[in-house]
């Protein structure tokens, strides 16, 4: 479901819009101005209607947010014009992803290098205790493969080791990662401002409007246009009256002329 578009509102902000209609919706139980939900209208409908009117219900907190948007985008300008910040930021991110990129290809391949030479010494090694007379560096070669064991082993623990702290620091990053929290107190504020009229003089009012409106009944789809379940927000559209038919005032005396045709006739009847 999408929502019809607001002549004032954002395409980032539109989502906004409706988790605050979704949330009013979902705590309505809690209002006793919204117990009548589900007599008439059930939440769905509500929802419906309420996109449907989407550009009266956010006009009328449209000066919290023409407030909210200009300083989110006087903030987004200091941001930019700022020298160095973007670079700053850009540059340390590419930096931590080349470190963070470096040390997965050694905990990954530091593993399969140490057991690949593992194995070799130590088959290497062992065909050559079997042969006759035995080379003296047989010995040799399986010391070299235990010890690439030995690293194996001790990868393998850092690699896991490494995921481990990598998988904490993650999840420690996305809960403390909040929408409000990146935004400075101003911005954050007049978001919350933006919210609040929105949600107390746009969207209830219009959840208790359409509640109260005899007119919505049951079962029926939420019709659009004047005298169907739109609730009545205040704005009434003058009435227009077609002119009266013709049978509610007189006709036009009018009479056509009576035309008759010359007599004609052969010529014995020609005219004296």
């Not at 391949?109 to 205790?129: E, N, S, W």
């Not at 620091?169 to 403390?176: F, G, K, L, M, Y």
């Not at 935004?183 to 929105?198: C, F, G, K, N």
């Amino acid at each position: 479901m999408h929502m019809t578009s607001a002549p004032h509102l954002l395409t980032e902000d539109r989502p906004e819009f409706e988790r605050l209609l979704d949330e009013a919706l979902r705590t309505a139980h809690e209002r006793p101005e919204l117990a009548t939900l589900g007599e008439r209208l059930n939440a769905e409908q509500l929802r419906t209607m309420a996109l449907g009117a989407s550009a009266l219900l956010t006009a009328a907190a449209a000066a919290e947010y023409d407030h909210y948007v200009k300083l989110r985008e006087e903030r987004r300008d200091e941001v930019l014009s700022t020298p160095g910040t973007a670079a700053e930021e850009n540059y340390g991110g590419q930096g931590s992803a080349a470190g963070a990129g470096v040390s997965a290809v050694v905990a990954v391949l530091a593993p399969v290098l140490a057991g690949t030479a593992m194995l070799i010494f130590l088959l290497v090694g062992y065909i050559l205790k079997m042969v006759e007379p035995e080379p003296a560096f047989a010995e040799t070669m399986l010391t070299a493969g235990w010890l690439f064991g030995a690293l194996t082993a001790v990868a393998l623990l850092c690699a896991v080791v490494g995921l481990l702290v990598t998988a904490v620091r993650n999840s420690a990053t996305e809960v403390a990662a909040d929408e409000d929290g990146a935004m400075p107190d101003e911005v954050a504020q007049a978001r919350e401002a933006w919210r609040y009229a929105l949600l107390e003089r746009g969207i209830m009012p219009f959840l208790r409007a359409a509640l109260a409106d005899p007119n919505a009944g049951p079962g029926l789809p939420p019709p659009r246009g004047r005298g169907g379940r739109m609730p009545n927000l205040g704005y009434t559209a003058p009435d227009f009256t077609s002119p009266g038919s013709p049978s509610e005032g007189p006709r036009p005396g009018y009479t056509p002329p009576d035309f008759t045709s010359p007599d004609f006739g052969g010529p014995e009847h020609r005219p004296d």
